[in-house]
């Protein structure tokens, strides 16, 4: 994943990143997340960084810390569903304003965006 | 965490060039600093006093709450911007010499690096390009696990995949918190790792600051802000 | 912590001092050709004198790369680039100095018995005899108890305080000429100043053993008279004592011994200055 420096802060963008992963099950539930420093690593970013963005995500229960001090994903079908719904209402709130000045109703909307959905799973 | 380096009024100058004017700052461990300003700002004189090399100064330069000397010197692991070694060198001398030399080398770790970038065990320096010597030293300086590290333009004149590379081994070698100082003035490339950034302007620290708070206050990359302090066009 | 710096400082110097062995190696055996071929027919006599030049020029190469050596260990190793790894490991100054003397005078020791063995072999090897080393032994043990022990220990002394100065000198100049004092042109300067030092102090021990008895060779009247008495004549046998004798004078000994003790004296402050140098003004620029 290639940080950007823009208007989204560097922790925001792992989050975002990682809520991603974790929601279309590329991270699955229970899979052990890498250490801090191979993230730093990987992200080329500051461990601090890292550790902000996994303290977010723990808050917000996606990931948890076991006794042996390794995070892992969660097991909670319940969560990632949780996640799921948030992400799509997020994108689709996303989608909803960036169109806005488009000036279409929500029913010429929702039929294009039925027409694209056709054209891109073909 | 306390400040590991503490500096107080610093004014040095070369001659009638003065080159730090009254120079504060307060440094933890733990943090990956950048020290950040045009050539010729005073970024490597700064460096050079910390690492002992330049020895005559006004002000109080403390590490670990000590002056210059034997006791800082174990604790700082230093990068010059030049090539320090005699040509002859080869990394098997230059591991027997840190290994008796400094109690925090880690021979291990050097051996490693010296896999992952591809340099020969036995080959003399002379026999090296300049970017194999510059990884060569950077694997030196980070096979110690010291307190604090003094990096000075480590990807400057490198070409863009070795600074991805040299980045990456910076955050992957490193002694967990320590103090990480690194100067440059390509702040594009190394902006997302550090925690804080120091802007040196013709001797005068003209801010430092916390890089996210400084993101948040401005609403810029701190590149842009660098930019903006210093007038410069993209490098 | 010194130990592993003279380690390293001696494994260091050995580029410089290497050439300098070679060439006592080389030169004694261009010597002991030439000596070999001068006994034959004339028909060598060409390839004779050039050997004989080689061997001049090889001495002067000695003497030349030796210092160059010494050079290369006080001052060249210490900065510029150098200095860039001297100056941060984790040692005293003090240590750098001590590291610094020790290793020269090792090496000192080490081209001393090289020349001394190459010379002892190049003597067995033209004489043809195995009698030669045992004349070397038996001349070397007359002259030791003729001179007794005490006058040996001033003169080690001596020898030891000397090189000290020399030593110490170059490094305090070295340590003023790189500290923030001077800017430019640091190694002239070191050089001009180096002569002015010495030649001060030079002239202030040289006042004290100026006129001053402290050894004699005396070679026996009757062998000066008439020199072929020593027709048949062998030493293992006869005795040294039939060829020479050797007088020291006690008050020559007790200057030398001043001499060393200032020398000494002054060597220490030179230490003292370029550890106050290297902690306080020290610049190291590339």
């Known amino acids: 994943m290639k940080i950007t420096m823009g208007s989204i802060p560097i922790y925001r963008q792992i989050i975002d990143y990682f809520e991603l992963e974790i929601a279309s099950g590329s991270l699955e539930p229970g899979e052990k997340i890498d250490s801090i420093r191979n993230l730093a690593q990987q992200f080329k970013v500051n461990p601090n960084t890292v550790q902000k963005a996994l303290l977010e995500l723990e808050r917000d229960n996606y990931i948890y810390t076991d006794r042996t001090n390794g995070k892992f994903v969660t097991e909670n079908e319940e969560i990632i569903t949780g996640l799921k719904k948030m992400l799509i209402e997020r994108f689709a709130t996303e989608f909803i304003k960036g169109i806005s000045r488009l000036g279409f109703t929500k029913e010429e909307v929702l039929h294009m965006v039925s027409e694209a959905w056709e054209v891109v799973y073909e | 965490m306390n400040n590991i380096i503490e500096i107080k009024h610093l004014n040095k100058n070369y001659g009638k060039y003065d080159i730090l004017k009254d120079v504060n700052l307060n440094l933890d461990q733990g943090k990956i600093v950048g020290l950040c300003g045009p050539n010729g700002a005073g970024k490597t004189t700064l460096i050079k006093i910390l690492s002992g090399l330049l020895r005559a100064y006004e002000g109080e330069v403390l590490v670990d709450g000590q002056p210059i000397g034997k006791n800082s010197k174990a604790l700082i692991s230093y990068l010059p911007d030049i090539h320090y070694f005699d040509d002859s060198i080869t990394a098997k001398k230059a591991d027997s010499l840190y290994k008796d030399m400094y109690a925090d080398y880690d021979s291990q770790i050097f051996l490693e690096l010296l896999e992952k970038m591809k340099l020969d065990y036995d080959q003399p320096l002379k026999k090296m390009s300049k970017g194999m010597k510059e990884k060569f030293q950077l694997a030196l300086c980070l096979s110690r696990q010291a307190e604090i590290y003094l990096i000075d333009e480590p990807i400057a004149g490198v070409d863009p995949a070795s600074r991805d590379l040299i980045i990456e081994t910076i955050l992957g070698t490193y002694h967990e918190d320590a103090l990480i100082i690194i100067s440059t003035h390509l702040i594009q490339d190394i902006e997302a790792v550090l925690d804080e950034v120091i802007f040196l302007k013709e001797g005068e620290v003209m801010l430092h600051e916390n890089c996210d708070e400084l993101r948040e206050r401005t609403g810029q990359s701190v590149n842009e802000v660098f930019r903006e302090v210093f007038r410069w066009s993209e490098n | ?286």
Request: charged letters at 10%.
């Open chain 3, 1 to 286: 912590m010194v130990g592993k710096l003279i380690k390293h400082e001696f494994l260091d110097s050995r580029k410089s001092f290497m050439p300098v062995i070679g060439l006592i190696f080389g030169s004694t055996l261009v010597l002991t050709i030439f000596v070999k071929t001068s006994l034959q027919n004339n028909s060598m006599a060409f390839v004779n004198s050039i050997l004989l030049l080689i061997f001049f020029g090889m001495s002067v190469a000695i003497a030349v790369m030796s210092l160059m050596a010494m050079i290369d260990l006080l001052y060249k190793s210490i900065y510029n680039k150098n200095g860039y790894r001297l100056f941060t490991l984790p040692v005293k100054s003090w240590e750098i100095v001590a590291a610094k003397i020790i290793v020269t005078f090792i090496w000192g020791i080490i081209i001393g018995l090289i020349t001394f063995i190459t010379f002892t072999i190049f003597l067995v090897i033209v004489t043809n005899g195995a009698d030669t080393v045992k004349l070397i032994g038996s001349l070397m043990s007359y002259v030791i108890s003729e001179l007794e022990l005490r006058f040996i220990a001033a003169s080690l002394i001596s020898f030891i305080s000397s090189n000290i100065i020399t030593i110490t000198i170059l490094l305090f100049v070295g340590s003023m000429m790189n500290s923030a004092y001077v800017q430019n042109r640091r190694g002239l300067k070191t050089f001009i100043l180096y002569l002015v030092i010495t030649s001060i102090v030079t002239r202030i021990t040289a006042g004290f053993t100026l006129n001053q008895n402290i050894l004699d060779i005396i070679f026996q009247e009757t062998v000066i008279i008439n020199p072929g008495i020593l027709e048949g004549f062998d030493p293992l046998v006869d005795g040294w004592h039939h060829l020479f004798t050797i007088n020291t004078w006690v008050d020559g000994m007790q200057v030398m011994l001043k001499v060393a003790f200032l020398e000494l004296i002054i060597s220490g402050l030179f230490v003292f200055g370029t550890i106050w140098f290297w902690d306080n003004k020290l610049e190291v620029i590339d």
